[in-house]
């Protein structure tokens, strides 16, 4: 039995929840209903494996600190970070970069590979990494709520935290996130070593041209075999991406309006990402010399296409 989400329309709403979003309400009260896993519309629903123990990361052995250690930030893009300075980077900037909460307390080399990322111009460790409660993921489907807009009234009418001005967030049909910050440091550390990122990123620049096509990464290559347990998703049901992203929209702005919805509420279900990937994207670096890694998230394997997957 895969667990779909839905969105409650404005005739159920009780009086407490004034203030928030619909999309806020819903996920909050956990609403849901239940479909069979083979149902057309539940793609890839994820068996319920919450008493599962997951593997601590704590507990990796010793040649995963070791690549850690040996993590060159320049190698792609980004700025040399010392320990020290990671460590002083987390501690200043944690205030108005959240994010970075989640590593004040983690090993030397997980805080210096999260400090250098985040000095970049890329936003995997803001949209995609552990602080994103499955919550935000959540609402990131299901009420175009940016994690990365720190402006609650601006987060919750849908406003991209990272472009500039006050441009609508786009999210597909999917959101996606590596939950566990010592796991997706290791993704990181090792994923910029496979020969495929390492080709996109020493790629020369040529001012027009567009960045490297995505790479993909088996989840298993970078985490190892049980790396698909730290990571976590969520897809719009539907069969037809277009549709089910149109519908969520019209939903939004009716039920936002206080009018009554044409459209049925926006459902999710969550992903399992065994035998999935990590996506690596790029983009031009900060310095305008080669390029970096601008995100990398888990990706299911028929989720190949730009009209799901969002970056």
């Not at 900037?93 to 400090?115: I, K, Q, S, T, Y």
């Amino acid at each position: 039995m895969g667990e779909l989400r839905q969105l409650r329309p404005p005739s159920e709403f009780r009086p407490g929840d004034q203030g928030s979003t619909a999309a806020e309400r819903s996920v909050s009260d956990h609403s849901v209903v239940r479909a069979h896993a083979d149902a057309p519309d539940a793609p890839g629903p994820a068996p319920d494996r919450s008493s599962d123990p997951v593997p601590s990361p704590q507990a990796e052995p010793d040649h995963v600190r070791e690549e850690l250690s040996r993590f060159d930030p320049r190698r792609c893009g980004l700025p040399e970070v010392s320990k020290g300075d990671a460590a002083r980077y987390v501690e200043a900037n944690r205030g108005d970069r959240p994010w970075l909460n989640v590593v004040r307390h983690a090993p030397e080399d997980v805080r210096r590979v999260f400090a250098a990322i985040d000095q970049g111009g890329g936003h995997a460790q803001i949209r995609h990494e552990g602080w994103l409660s499955p919550e935000k993921s959540q609402l990131r489907v299901l009420g175009l709520q940016d994690p990365a807009q720190l402006d609650p009234a601006k987060r919750s009418d849908g406003i991209d935290g990272l472009l500039p001005g006050d441009k609508p967030h786009y999210c597909a049909t999917e959101s996606s996130a590596i939950r566990d910050p010592t796991a997706f440091a290791a993704g990181f550390a090792r994923g910029v070593e496979h020969p495929d990122v390492r080709s996109a990123i020493e790629t020369p620049r040529v001012p027009g041209q567009q960045p490297p096509r995505p790479v993909v990464v088996p989840i298993a290559d970078l985490l190892g075999p049980d790396g698909h347990r730290y990571c976590e998703g969520y897809r719009l049901v539907g069969d037809d991406a277009d549709i089910a992203r149109r519908d969520r929209r019209t939903w939004l702005r009716e039920t936002g309006a206080g009018e009554l919805p044409s459209v049925p509420p926006p459902l999710i279900v969550p992903l399992d990402f065994r035998g999935g990937d990590i996506e690596f994207r790029f983009k031009v670096n900060k310095a305008g010399s080669g390029y970096e890694i601008a995100t990398m998230f888990p990706a299911l394997r028929d989720s190949r296409r730009d009209d799901q997957v969002t970056e």
